[in-house]
């Protein structure tokens, strides 16, 4: 089997609400999403989606994943995708780096080699469990009230895990973990993500005033230099993702004990076969996980649901449904959606949703 094309989409996924990140960073109301289909001489058609959580987060930039694409094609062209390590390798060669623009070739390399054998994406990674996946939430509301009220929303639909935005201020940090931990129900998870908006001092000194919650925080800080600071000095858990983008990082992490937690943001580490090393490397070090793509739509929140398929039950926190905070949906409602609270491994071959073709315009590329 060859690849015999590769067609690039464009399309603005707007936001519910709009996102201001901590410590300063530009707020964003329109997701820039990237959706490569990729063609087959076995007619076999694969779908892969790049979408960075805007493009003042981290290191990944939409049109860059446009541009990373380009410069890749000629060397994936003509490859079996069944082979993602070959593809893997032609890409890595292609362009060092730029993990974030891999991951949709990754994607749809997987979904056609799935497609293939007729099973799902994680049988053909191994063998996946059944057990529904958790999503957790995103509560970025300020005040008590305000919390209370978006936890409650999402507990009405059935959410048992909330990942409630802190950082900043330390005052106003511990009151807000006090006050959402006293809100907590039993049988619920609850992440502080600081999103890298403490000081090492900062983190210490929230760290230390509410040691006797035993809560979890992740990212606390900008680099994992500053989480590797603070760790001999506390006694929270802690979970990376931001700062968990290459395998060396999670190798790291683990030998260091920087984390008892992994965040895995699929397109932040170049998709599927590169984010399963980083999954066998946590299990080795008794670390467990978190899965998310990123961001993005039901493509992006299915493949994410496929790596977390993967993992042991026990060692898997919780996915995210990036879709659900979207005001367009590019499946029409098919695919891995919030059943009560959880998603649920599709059990079509591949991927388990292709979008409306129609709905992304005309292609911006095709490369053949
Ligand atoms: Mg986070």
């Known amino acids: 089997m060859k690849i015999t094309r590769i067609t690039v989409f464009q399309i603005d996924l707007p936001l519910e609400h709009p996102y201001w990140l901590s410590g300063g960073r530009l707020k964003f109301e329109v997701l820039d999403a990237t959706l490569v289909k990729v063609e087959t001489d076995a007619g076999i058609t694969g779908w892969g989606e790049g979408t960075p959580w805007g493009h003042t ?3 990944a930039h939409g049109p860059g994943i446009r541009a990373g694409v380009e410069t890749m094609a000629p060397f994936v062209l003509g490859l079996d995708p069944r082979k993602v390590l070959d593809v893997e390798r032609a890409m890595d060669l292609a362009l060092p780096g ?5 991951s949709p070739i990754d ?3 997987w979904d056609i080699a799935g497609q293939a054998a007729g099973l799902p994406i994680a049988d053909m ?13 995103s509560v970025g509301a300020k005040t008590v009230e305000e919390t209370r009220a978006v936890i409650d929303r999402y507990r009405q ?5 909330h990942s409630v935005k802190i950082g900043g201020d330390v005052a106003r940090d511990i ?10 129900r039993p049988g619920e998870l609850v992440l502080y993500d600081v999103n890298r908006g403490w000081t090492r001092q900062q983190a210490l000194r929230v760290m230390s005033a509410t040691e006797d919650l035993h809560v979890m925080f992740e990212q606390p800080c900008e680099t994992l230099d500053d989480i590797a600071a603070i760790c001999p000095k506390h006694a929270a858990p802690v979970s990376v993702d931001e700062s968990l983008v290459t395998l060396q990082d999670a190798t790291r992490i683990a030998r260091d004990g920087l984390a008892e937690v992994f965040g895995i943001k699929l397109n932040r580490v170049g998709g599927l076969t590169k984010a399963a090393r980083m999954r066998d490397v946590a299990l080795a ?3 467990d996980m978190f899965v998310m793509a990123t961001g993005g739509s039901v493509l992006a929140d299915a493949e994410a649901l496929h790596l977390a398929a993967t993992i042991p039950d026990a060692n898997c926190h919780a996915v995210w449904a990036c879709q659900d905070m979207l005001t367009v949906d590019i499946a029409s409602g098919r695919g891995p959606r919030n059943v009560d609270g959880h998603l649920h491994l599709p059990e079509t071959p591949g991927l388990g949703v292709h979008p409306d073709e129609e709905l992304l315009g005309d292609p911006v590329a095709t490369y053949a």
């Open 157 to 161: 639909r059935g959410y048992i895990a």
């Open 98 to 102: 730029h993990l974030y623009a891999k």
């Open 57 to 59: 987060y981290v290191p």
């Open 125 to 137: 990674m191994g063998g996946a469990s059944r057990t529904p996946r958790a999503i957790a939430s």
């Open 285 to 287: 070090h008794g670390i």
């Open 175 to 184: 009151a807000r973990v006090r006050d959402v931990e006293d809100m907590r």
């Open 107 to 109: 994607m749809a390399c």
